[in-house]
């Protein structure tokens, strides 16, 4: 053929000739393009690491100003840091300790994850295993606006509307509990004790752990909820093997993202819990007062006149943001276990 029209095959342009004479107008060379693409790979990516070093550089940031603003009062502190209830931070030398402030803090969070995570669990199945779509929608924008309100709305709504009515509920559970010290009763004001603010506190969490468990549970594999249906099992058992199995470490890091916000929570506590006097014995009981570390820095604030007086006090914020810290690197821990089995 290429003897009759004068044309040999190697004259006939090929579909990727253009690509290399420059081609026609609005089509961009195959070099140029790669090239532009590597380069934007490359700026993102430099971006994307500079950010996370930002942030591991702040973290350190703040971690050091804590220990270099705690390390004198510590070594001034004449009690025992970790197991001593003293608070007397006027004196010279000083004497503070973190014990009871310790456990109000870890006490009220634990109960508050105690009632913020099964909840939130049940709702984000409900929204995105039951409920049909003209229900989960709004349903899940009410509950997404929770957390919006600001702390110290729920603690106004705590002290003057939800408390009055909790002092059933205390009065129940001492009378057929108080024999174990966890619920005796210390004689407090129902609306004013660490049970209380464990309420208050699952409120403001429940939505952060119900919105990220609600996209866990979405992004389940149809695939594994097809098969689970065609062995016969029935919507729960579905829910149970398919989606809460594949919906775990994200219910984990919501759980943790949770427990974040209400080991820090300060001023809802500082609103409603009362707290006890210098000297008071010491108490297991969730019926009473007391402080955690954040309502403590918070109460005392206008205190802070004295390096070695603000030093104690910073001493206690570097123990809540180990503590912090450690919580958040347990469950990491988890769930990277977690991908690894199932992988």
Known sequence: MSSITGVSAADTPGPDDDLHEGGPEGRTPAGDGASTGRLGDKIFGGLAGGAGLIVVLLVTLVGAFLVIQAVPSLLDNESNFLFSQDWDVDSSPLHFGIARLLWVTVLSSVLAMCIAVPLSVCIALFLTQYAPKWLAKPGAALID???????????????????????????????????????????????????????????????????????????????????????????????????????????????????????????????????????????????????????????????????????????????????????????????????????
């Open 145 to 343: 606006l929770l957390a919006a309100v600001p702390s110290i709305v729920y603690g106004l709504w705590g002290v003057f509307t939800v408390g009055p009515h909790f002092q059933p509920v205390q009065d129940a559970l001492t009378s057929v509990l108080g024999w174990f010290p966890l619920f005796s009763d210390e004689g407090a004001s129902a609306a004013r004790t660490i049970a209380f603010v464990s309420v208050i506190l699952a409120i403001m969490i429940l939505p952060i752990i119900t919105a990220l468990s609600r996209e866990v549970f979405a992004q389940t594999p149809q695939a594994h909820k097809d098969a689970a249906t065609a062995l016969g099992a029935t919507n729960w058992e579905v829910i149970r093997t398919a989606v809460l199995p594949f919906g775990k470490p994200g219910v984990i890091s919501a759980s943790m993202l949770g427990l974040g916000r209400a080991l820090g929570e300060t001023v809802a506590v500082m609103m409603i819990v009362s707290s006890l006097a210098d000297g008071a014995p010491w108490s297991w009981s969730m019926f009473t007062g007391g402080e955690t570390f954040a309502s403590k820095i918070a109460n005392n604030a206008g205190e802070f006149d004295d390096p070695g007086k603000t030093g104690a006090f910073i001493a206690a914020g570097l123990v809540l943001f180990i503590l912090t810290f450690i919580v958040n690197a347990i469950a990491r821990i988890v769930i990277e276990r977690r991908k690894a089995f199932t992988e």
